[in-house]
């Protein structure tokens, strides 16, 4: 099974991008799909996550009313549609998929495939 990220590109303050990921197979066996992305000379963070096992969706502070985090499973994709955007919002964004506990959800260990990465960069 492949991630495929795309939707990336350079954007203004104040502007909006829309990433998807698509996975490449049906039923691969994750619950839960997730954004994170990845600063230059900073670790990997989390962005938000879909589990439509337990039904949740979850966005970090940073991003929370500015993202959402969407879900299309007829096509095996999801969405982060990312509003108002900021040159702090600069990053590679990654899509990762598995099976995460609660304790697990908002960190890296929880996701066992991940995408390529697509670069978005934000000018002030």
């Known amino acids: 099974v492949q991630l495929v990220e795309s939707g990336g590109g350079l954007v203004q303050a104040g502007g909006s991008l829309r990433l998807s990921c698509a996975a490449s197979e049906n039923e691969f066996g994750a619950n839960a799909m997730a954004w994170f992305r990845q600063a230059p000379g900073k670790e990997r963070e989390f962005v938000a996550v879909r589990d439509w096992r337990r039904r949740t969706t979850l966005y970090a502070d940073s991003v929370n009313g500015r993202f959402s985090i969407s879900r299309d499973p007829a096509i095996n994709t999801i969405y982060l549609q990312m509003n108002s955007l900021k040159p702090d919002d600069t990053a590679v964004y990654y899509c990762?998929?598995?099976?995460?506990?609660?304790?697990?959800?908002?960190?890296?260990?929880?996701?066992?495939?991940w995408g390529q990465g697509t670069q978005v960069t934000v000018s002030s």
């Open positions: 990762a998929a598995g099976r995460p506990i609660t304790s697990t959800m908002r960190t890296t260990r929880g996701y066992t495939l």
